[in-house]
Structure formats: C-alpha cells, structure tokens
C-alpha cells in the first residue's frame, strides 16, 4: 500500500497543496455520510462541491452541478447499479453519519485520482500546488465508474466539463 494515502499523510499533503485540509476533512465527511469504509472519488467530488469558495465548486456551478444535485445523481446511480443486478435497497434513508475511530481510508478510485490529478498539475514546473481544479480534473478523467454514470444520469457533458477543468489548470 502506498503510504502516501493514509490519512495523516494525506492530511499534511493537503495543507501543503492549495486544496486545504478542510476540503480533505470533507472527504472523511462525506464517505461516513453514505456509511463507506473507504473514500472513493465520488466522496471527493461531493466534498470539492461542497466547498462553495473553491474553484472546483464554481465550475461544478456552472455546469448546475452543486452539492445537492451531486448526491442526487449518485443516490439515483447507485440504485440503477442495484437494479441491473436485481437488487434494491431497503433502507435508502441513511442514518446520520457518527465519528468513527479510524478515518475512512483512500479507495481505489479515489488514489486513481489523486495520481491523475498530480501528473496533470506537472504540466506547469512554475506552480508546484495542487488545486482543485487539478483534482477534478483527476476524478473526471475516469471513464468508467460511479461518478462517470452520475453525471451521465445528471445530464452533464462530462468531456466538456473535464476541458473546462484543465483550461483552469
């Protein structure tokens, strides 16, 4: 496992970069909300949503995508993925998130982005700062997944919002 990625880590690296701890502490947040055990980038994209003075944020704005809309995309993707494989669920009224002991680790998905987001942002040597327009850029790159069918359900362009992104960079 690259280490990179455990909380702490990630907690200090996220000071360091333009992004801030507050929007990292968003991750956890949003990965308790759904009760998850790891943070995928879905949580990401919900937290860089969430934050309302953020790059991120604006953009998502612009395109009609803001923190609630997000969740409602997700919720409904995720019952389509229950419904392909002949599934429901039976309790889609989540329970307030509670403090866990450990925070969520990194999921795959979102260590994907993270690492498309950083070699994304190498483009420029004179800026050393990972924003979060580099990090959405990075979660938007995938075309497969969770949040790829979200904004498919959402009727987001999501090409012309990844272009959007990386003119930002």
Do not use: Y
């Amino acid at each position: 496992m690259n280490r990179v990625f455990e909380p702490p880590r990630l907690a200090r690296l996220l000071v360091s970069w333009e992004i801030g701890s507050s929007v990292g502490r968003q991750f956890a947040v949003e990965a308790k909300r759904e009760g998850a055990e790891f943070i995928e980038a879905e949580h990401m994209l919900l937290a860089l949503a969430a934050s309302a003075d953020s790059d991120a944020a604006r953009l998502l704005n612009e395109f009609g995508l803001d923190h609630e809309r997000l969740a409602a995309a997700l919720h409904e993707e995720h019952r389509q993925t229950l419904a392909f494989v002949g599934m429901t669920a039976k309790n889609t009224n989540l329970a307030e998130a509670t403090e866990l002991d450990l925070p969520p680790s990194m999921g795959t998905s979102a260590k994907v982005a993270f690492r498309r987001a950083l070699i994304g942002s190498r483009h420029d040597r004179r800026r050393a700062r990972l924003r979060g327009t580099d990090l959405l850029a990075g979660i938007l790159e995938a075309e497969f997944g969770t949040v790829p069918r979200a904004l498919a359900i959402a009727g987001i362009d999501r090409a012309a919002l990844l272009a959007r992104a990386r003119q930002s960079e």
